[in-house]
């Protein structure tokens, strides 16, 4: 089944159209910057560019950077607060004629990555976090989702873990690898303690240069980079929509 996955992030909106038996993307991956502010207009506005760049008439599966139920938006850490309480599936589907599903965005990357890449063989815990603008976070039992957990505020020295060590965090303040990678390393450690996972996959921007970083984060748990790469945002949220719609 082909599906168009969009991925919406802190700083791009990427999408391509996905065969959701293979995971193999079907067409370049296509990225239009998140506008700023990220209301509901403008983001929706840039989905229908998406879907108008692949001429899409078919069913589309979205990764959104929120905590989402039963297609609606309950949290807005890296978006506009103005998404809480909108069912953004029903909005986009009106807006681009296209059956729409949504998805938590960390929770798609890690569908992915369960279903063909780094977690297919896993069983137990298994913990996808995704890092870029914010910190994401996917938790699965025996390979089976466990929605919304979104583990990027989990406290570490006092604050969220994505105020401390997202990618975001490591620009802004211009820290080195060394310094960066400690930080992470630190909320890594805390979410060790939390859930003892079997392994932990790195997704967003770090899983490309996961070789970077890999000598300062040596911890308990196997850790391993997404397979998918940056990618398995795309793959993902194609995939929860197969399955929503199947």
């Known amino acids: 089944m082909k599906i168009l996955g969009i991925d919406i992030g802190g700083t791009g909106i990427k999408g391509a159209i996905v065969n959701t038996k293979t995971g193999e993307l079907l067409t370049e991956r296509h990225r239009i910057p998140t506008p700023d502010p990220a209301t509901p ?9 998406i879907v108008r760049e692949f001429d899409w008439k078919g069913p589309v599966g979205v990764g959104f950077p929120a905590a989402v139920r039963h297609e609606i938006v309950k949290t807005a850490s890296n978006i506009d607060p103005t998404w809480i ?3 953004a ?7 681009t004629g296209c059956k729409t599903h949504l998805v938590n965005d960390a929770d798609a990357a890690g569908l992915a990555e369960m279903k063909f890449g780094a ?12 890092v ?40 802004a303040q ?43 984060l040596n911890l308990d748990t196997k ?9 398995a945002g795309i793959i993902g949220a194609a995939l929860a929509a197969k399955n929503e719609f199947d």
């Open 85 to 87: 309480g909108m069912n």
């Open 41 to 49: 207009q403008a983001v929706i506005d840039t989905v229908i560019a």
């Open 89 to 95: 599936s029903k909005e986009i589907e009106k807006a």
């Open 174 to 216: 211009n820290l080195s690898i060394e310094e960066w990678a400690g930080r992470f390393k630190e909320y890594l450690n805390r979410l060790e303690s939390l859930f003892w996972p079997d392994m932990f996959i790195m997704g967003g921007g770090l899983s490309k240069k996961f070789e970077q970083f890999e000598k300062y």
């Open 223 to 231: 850790i391993v980079p997404a397979e998918s790469r940056n990618h």
């Open 119 to 130: 977690g297919k063989e896993c069983h137990g815990v298994s913990l996808m976090i995704t």
């Open 132 to 171: 870029g603008t914010g910190i994401g976070s996917a938790l699965f039992i025996n390979r089976s989702l466990v929605p919304n957990t979104e583990l990027g505020f989990i406290q570490v020295n006092g604050m969220p873990g994505e105020h401390y060590a997202a990618k975001s965090v490591k620009e």
